[in-house]
């Protein structure tokens, strides 16, 4: 019995749970929900003929709540087409671009102007790591500060100091960097640019 685990279970099993005890792999795998390389090129292919829900809110620049409303509202009754691969629910690709050029409230992000498109970018970045307000008028600057005034990363305002790049005055266990060392190094950095 070639590709076939045996599975001796001294305790007794209910018919309707297990027929029998000999399985083969593929079979394991169907019962366990495990997925071949096979199963994940079929599911490939499949949802290329579809969106997922969280994926339209992103191409329309959407919440996925707003989504599940227009898809559950009167007037898109039979309007989209839905299968399913691998447990996720998804709009055929045709229906929707029926849909959306059918109607006048939503633009897809690819739709939109290039400059509309980078504020949108830079939008969305700021949402993932909300910027620190840095008082331009402070004659001194945290590290956090530093970073955003600099528009780098935390960890490399700390490797900075550390390498006497940056001068910075140590307060009990806080760093200050005063105004003048960061327009100072900033001037370097565009003395550097234009050399």
Same mark, same amino acid.
């Given at each position: 019995?070639? %590709?076939?685990?045996?599975?001796?279970?001294?305790?007794?099993?209910?018919?309707?749970?297990?027929?029998?005890?000999?399985?083969?792999?593929?079979?394991? *795998?169907?019962?366990?929900?495990?997925?071949?390389?096979?199963?994940?090129?079929?599911?490939?292919?499949?949802?290329?003929?579809?969106?997922t829900?969280?994926?339209?809110?992103?191409?329309?620049l959407?919440?996925?709540?707003?989504?599940?409303?227009?898809?559950?509202?009167?007037?898109?009754?039979?309007?989209?087409?839905?299968?399913?691969?691998? *447990?996720?629910?998804?709009?055929?690709?045709?229906?929707?671009?029926?849909?959306?050029?059918?109607?006048?409230?939503?633009?897809?992000?690819?739709?939109?102007?290039?400059?509309?498109?980078?504020?949108?970018?830079?939008?969305?970045?700021?949402?993932?790591?909300?910027?620190?307000?840095?008082?331009? %008028?402070?004659?001194a600057?945290?590290i956090?500060?530093?970073?955003?005034?600099?528009?780098?990363?935390?960890?490399?305002?700390?490797?900075?100091?550390?390498?006497?790049?940056?001068?910075?005055?140590?307060?009990?266990?806080?760093?200050?960097?005063?105004?003048?060392?960061?327009?100072?190094?900033?001037?370097?950095?565009?003395?550097?640019?234009? %050399?």
């Amino acid at each position: 019995m070639e %590709n076939t685990v045996v599975y001796e279970n001294p305790i007794p099993v209910e018919e309707p749970v297990l027929k029998t005890m000999c399985y083969s792999i593929s079979e394991i *795998e169907l019962i366990l929900g495990i997925s071949t390389a096979e199963d994940r090129e079929r599911d490939k292919a499949q949802e290329e003929m579809g969106y997922t829900m969280p994926e339209i809110a992103k191409m329309l620049l959407i919440s996925r709540k707003e989504v599940y409303n227009l898809l559950a509202s009167p007037k898109c009754a039979g309007v989209f087409e839905y299968f399913t691969v691998a *447990e996720k629910k998804r709009i055929t690709k045709e229906s929707f671009e029926t849909w959306y050029r059918g109607q006048c409230k939503y633009i897809k992000f690819e739709d939109r102007s290039p400059e509309e498109q980078e504020r949108i970018r830079m939008l969305q970045k700021q949402e993932k790591r909300p910027r620190l307000m840095v008082d331009p %008028n402070k004659q001194a600057y945290d590290i956090k500060e530093t970073a955003v005034l600099l528009d780098v990363p935390v960890h490399e305002i700390r490797r900075m100091i550390s390498e006497e790049e940056l001068e910075a005055k140590k307060f009990g266990n806080r760093y200050l960097i005063l105004k003048s060392e960061i327009e100072w190094w900033l001037l370097q950095q565009k003395m550097d640019v234009e %050399n």
